[in-house]
């Protein structure tokens, strides 16, 4: 039996989907739809800790062209992968297959890779678009990302300013906002029992954009522990809320546990699963806890928490 069996599976969960309408990229928002997102971010990140966002505005055609550099790359011979072979230093590089696992010991189907900064990515002729398809990308991401951030900074009550206030160092090494290109090659006909495509976690930062194709697999835990699944709704982002904002939001939001299962017939469909996802951190020395510790523990700094959950996920 394969991990896509879960004992606890309810899948009459129902994340919203949240039109970002005027809220989204290349658009003014007036009051009202400011107040509607804000409300509507707040019920989705309390309850479920995630959302879909429709609307958004990061144009098609760029989402596109870098899905299509991604499986250049991750088609590329494994020598040439290999290459650039990640620095846990730097947060930067490639990771293959069987060389990383944030939920311990399962056996997980995936290679990435990852960047903070555009010329932190591979140059090889086969992929001439994988640059400058990340450097718009990036720059969308960053800007809608400002957007749901004084979204979810005035849903706390506070200044639309907030958040972005932590997050001002974004694109420096003052902070690691990163980039991360997730492979999932088609599946052996023949696999060990308990393979997931990635294991269990929860997302370190403050929000993760998850663009996914429509594979499917993705699921979420509730707070009673019951995972259901997220299947993929064309046209939107899924946003994860991570521990630095349960933590921040006095665990107001949830950093809901996930993971991508390798959905049923997957092994005779023979398709690879591809996703992009921009993780949202504060500036590197922002203090924080993760959520659940006790509150005697002392402080940390984001850098120092994230670079060593990541660290330690590295075989
Ligand atoms: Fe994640």
């Given at each position: ?15 919203p ?14 009051q ?21 966002l429709?609307?958004h ?12 550099s991604t499986i ?26 069987g ?8 056996r997980e ?15 090889e002729?086969?992929i001439p ?7 718009s ?44 290109f ?5 599946v ?9 495509r ?10 993760t ?10 699921q979420?835990?509730?707070?009673e ?18 521990e630095?904002?349960?933590f ?9 546990t996930?993971?991508?299962?390798i959905?049923?017939?997957e ?5 690879a ?15 924080m ?21 990541i660290?330690?996920a590295?075989?």
């Amino acid at each position: 039996m394969k991990s896509r069996m879960s004992s606890k599976l309810s899948s009459t969960k129902k994340v919203p989907v949240i039109d970002l309408g005027h809220l989204g990229l290349g658009q003014e928002p007036g009051q009202e739809e400011w107040q509607r997102v804000t409300r509507e971010l707040y019920n989705a990140l309390t309850e479920f800790g995630c959302s879909y966002l429709a609307n958004h505005g990061v144009p098609d055609d760029q989402w596109r062209l870098l899905y299509d550099s991604t499986i250049a790359f991750f088609n590329l011979e494994q020598g040439k992968k290999d290459r650039y072979a990640f620095d846990a230093d730097k947060l930067s590089g490639y990771i293959g297959m069987g060389s990383e696992s944030y939920s311990g010991s399962t056996r997980e189907l995936c290679e990435g890779l990852l960047a903070r900064r555009t010329e932190q990515l591979p140059d090889e002729p086969e992929i001439p678009s994988l640059k400058p398809a990340a450097e718009s990308f990036l720059k969308s991401c960053k800007e809608l990302s400002e957007r749901i951030m004084a979204a979810l900074s005035l849903s706390l009550g506070k200044d639309p300013e907030h958040l972005l206030s932590i997050h001002k160092e974004r694109g420096t090494d003052k902070n690691i906002t990163t980039l991360r290109f997730n492979h999932y090659p088609p599946v052996p006909s023949t696999i060990p029992e308990g393979t997931f495509r990635f294991g269990a976690h929860r997302d370190f930062g403050t929000i993760t954009f998850i663009f996914q194709d429509d594979c499917g697999g993705l699921q979420v835990q509730d707070s009673e522990g019951s995972w259901f699944d997220v299947t993929p709704v064309p046209g939107t982002i899924f946003l994860l809320a991570g521990e630095f904002l349960q933590f921040h939001s006095g665990e107001k939001f949830l950093a809901p546990t996930h993971k991508v299962l390798i959905p049923a017939g997957e092994e005779a469909r023979g398709t690879a699963r591809v996703s992009i996802l921009y993780f949202v951190a504060p500036d590197n020395h922002i203090p924080m806890r993760p959520p659940g510790n006790p509150s005697t523990d002392t402080p940390m700094t984001v850098q120092e928490y994230i670079t060593s959950s990541i660290k330690n996920a590295q075989k």
